[in-house]
C-alpha cells in the first residue's frame, strides 16, 4: 500500500516565519504534488514535480516554493508566512505516468495557522 | 475561474437510497475524471475514474455517468451507506497535462 506521509499535522506559526512542511512517499512514484483545501474552494494545486530537481508551477504558487532534491521527499516552502496562508495543506503522489492520470494517493494533511 | 465545478455544496440522502452528485466542467480539452471521497482530517482516496471514451464506469455500488456533449458528470452510490459520509470531489486532466484540477466538493450525509 502507498504511504505518503507529511511530517506535521498541525502547526501555528506567525506572521513572517519561514515554514517548512515535508512530505515523504514510499513507492518510487515520480509524480509529487502539493495542494491547499479552503472550504468553498475545493482543491487548489500550489506546484508539483515530476522528476527530482523538476518543479512546476500550479494555479496558486505566489507565496510558496518547493523542493525535491530526492525522488521520495518534496518540500513546500513559505518564505515569509501570512494570515491568507492558513489552511490544509495536502502532499499527493503518482506514479502510473507524467500525465497526471496515475491516481494520486494523499497524506494525511498538515494544518497550518498563520497567527 | 472554476474549470470544474460542483454546484452543490451538501446532499442528504437516507440509508439505503441511492446517492447522486453532480459535477460540471468547462474545459473541453479534459479527457479523464475521478472521484476522490474525504474524510475529516484525512487526506482524499480514489474512489472511481472514467475515461472520455466511455459514458459509464461501475465499481461495485459506485457508477461514475459522463454526459461529454453537456459536460457533465455524475456519481452514483446505490444503496448508499453511513460510511460514505463524507466529501466528495471530482477532478479532471487534460492530455499532456500532470496536473489534476479540483471541484469545490459535495459534502454527502447518509441518514440511517
Known amino acids: 500500500d502507498v504511504k505518503v506521509t507529511q511530517s506535521s499535522r498541525y502547526l501555528v506559526k506567525r506572521t513572517g516565519e519561514k515554514v517548512f512542511l515535508e512530505c515523504v512517499q514510499d513507492m518510487d512514484h515520480e509524480n509529487m504534488f502539493w495542494y491547499r483545501q479552503d472550504p468553498g474552494l475545493g482543491l487548489r494545486l500550489i506546484y508539483f514535480s515530476y522528476d527530482v530537481k523538476m518543479k512546476e508551477k500550479g494555479d496558486i504558487p505566489e507565496g510558496y516554493s518547493v523542493s525535491r532534491e530526492k525522488k521520495e521527499r518534496f518540500s513546500l516552502i513559505l518564505e515569509s508566512a501570512s494570515t491568507n496562508q492558513t489552511s490544509m495543506y495536502l502532499c499527493?503522489?503518482?506514479?502510473?505516468?507524467?500525465?497526471?492520470?496515475?491516481?494520486?494517493?494523499f497524506g494525511e494533511g498538515s494544518w497550518l495557522t498563520v497567527v | 475561474d472554476q474549470q470544474v465545478k460542483q454546484n452543490s455544496p451538501s446532499l442528504s440522502v437516507q440509508e439505503g437510497r441511492i446517492s447522486i452528485l453532480n459535477c460540471d466542467y468547462t474545459?473541453?480539452?479534459?479527457?479523464?475524471f475521478l472521484w476522490y471521497k474525504k474524510y475529516p482530517a484525512e487526506g482524499p482516496t480514489f474512489l472511481i475514474s472514467i475515461s472520455s471514451i466511455k459514458d459509464k464506469n461501475e465499481d461495485g455500488r459506485f457508477t461514475v455517468f459522463l454526459n461529454k456533449s453537456a459536460k457533465h458528470l455524475s456519481l452514483h452510490i446505490v444503496p448508499s451507506q453511513p460510511g460514505d459520509s463524507a466529501v466528495y470531489f471530482c477532478a479532471a486532466s487534460a492530455p499532456g497535462n500532470e496536473k489534476l484540477t479540483f471541484g469545490t466538493g459535495t459534502r454527502l450525509t447518509i441518514i440511517p
Open positions: 499527493a503522489s503518482s506514479g502510473s505516468d507524467r500525465t497526471g492520470k496515475g491516481h494520486l494517493h
Open positions: 474545459n473541453s480539452m479534459f479527457d479523464y
